[in-house]
């Protein structure tokens, strides 16, 4: 009994875990994907930061 009280607490911080890096892999945040590339400026990433959501397309 004393092992079981031991082994729960750990098998259920193993499925947490496991279930926290499912939920990345299957829903990725959006600025994960528009992140900058490691060897961009800073100055550069100031000045091409998107719009606002919600915010219509400038018309050409």
Known sequence: MAMLAVLIP???LGVVLVLG???ELL???E???RREPA???PAAA???SPAPAG???PSP
């Open 21 to 23: 890096r499912y939920e």
């Open 46 to 48: 100031a000045t091409s």
């Open 10 to 12: 750990l098998v259920m």
């Open 39 to 41: 060897g961009a400026s």
């Open 31 to 33: 600025d994960a994907v």
């Open 27 to 29: 829903l990725p945040q």
């Open 55 to 57: 915010t219509p397309a």
